[in-house]
């Protein structure tokens, strides 16, 4: 299994921009459709974005399009999330995850085989 680190999270304002990476290592990510989920206190961990193998495709949650972006450098065997105009509600733990696919960019997290162990991102209104 391919092992998976987070970081860039932190306490920002609302309105804020924020970058979280997710570090691979044991495998090459370049085979590994992405997702990145989150769970804030008391509720279900939530797919939020994800992202093909090679990057062409992408898929968000509706509660963040148009402020989210993710994409990935398959040399550098690293995944990221852009995040802007961050509100309160995205308060929450941010995973990344790794599921065995070339093609298809899964939301389910069922589906992924792979989790790193979360970053916290806390935004202040």
């Known amino acids: 299994q391919v092992q998976l680190v987070e970081s860039g999270g932190g306490l920002v304002q609302a309105g804020d921009s924020l970058r979280l990476s997710c570090a691979a290592s044991g495998r090459a990510l370049s085979r590994y459709n992405m997702g990145w989920f989150r769970q804030a206190p008391g509720k279900e961990r939530e797919f939020v974005a994800g992202i093909s193998a090679n990057g062409a495709l992408t898929r968000y949650a509706d509660s963040v399009k148009g402020r989210f972006t993710a994409s990935r450098d398959n040399a550098k065997n690293t995944v990221y999330l852009q995040m802007s105009s961050l509100k309160p509600e995205d308060t929450a733990d941010y995973y990344c995850?790794?599921?065995?696919?070339?093609?298809?960019?899964?939301?389910?997290?069922?589906?992924?085989?792979?989790w790193g162990q979360g970053t916290q991102v806390t935004v202040s209104s």
């Open positions: 995850a790794a599921a065995s696919a070339l093609y298809s960019v899964y939301a389910s997290r069922a589906q992924y085989e792979s």
